[in-house]
């Protein structure tokens, strides 16, 4: 069965707030992955950005993960006073992600279609047709 995260935008301090969440919580973090570290020679980021987090996450309790990146400059700044997050789905198949995905989309607008990702998921992303914005996982266990 799928299990729902939360997943939320910062402009340039996701890992101080990270940090901070980190000092309330505990634990570890499962990944960090900064822009500078995109395997992508077609896509570049500005030296403005390169250090700022593109994925950060943090596991709470049992099943939960909370989080996060940092919204490159390119994309603009996140309105702090609106809608800075997303609903993130970790489920347990490739079936089941594309499934969701499919189903979820449907009349909305795909920012990111289900593929394989450079960090090794299987990962998707979209705003629903309520404009709900959503990303889909599959991690294969190692």
Do not use: C, Q
Request: charged content about 25%; overall charge negative; proline content about 5%.
């Amino acid at each position: 069965m799928a299990v729902i995260n939360p997943h939320i935008n910062f402009n340039g301090n996701a890992e101080e707030a990270f940090t901070f969440y980190k000092s309330v919580f505990g634990g570890e973090f499962r990944k960090i992955i900064r822009f500078k570290d995109i395997p992508s020679p077609g896509f570049t980021i500005a030296e403005e950005d390169a250090n700022k987090i593109m994925h950060i996450a943090l596991p709470i309790g049992k099943s939960n993960v909370l989080m996060g990146n940092d919204v490159p400059s390119f994309l603009g700044t996140v309105n702090e006073e609106e809608n800075r997050s997303k609903i993130s789905i970790s489920t347990e198949s490739r079936e089941e992600a594309d499934r969701i995905f499919n189903g979820l989309s449907a009349g909305g607008t795909i920012e990111m279609p289900m593929e394989d990702s450079f960090w090794d998921t299987y990962f998707g992303m979209f705003r629903d047709k309520y404009g709900i914005e959503w990303m889909v996982e599959y991690e294969p266990k190692a």
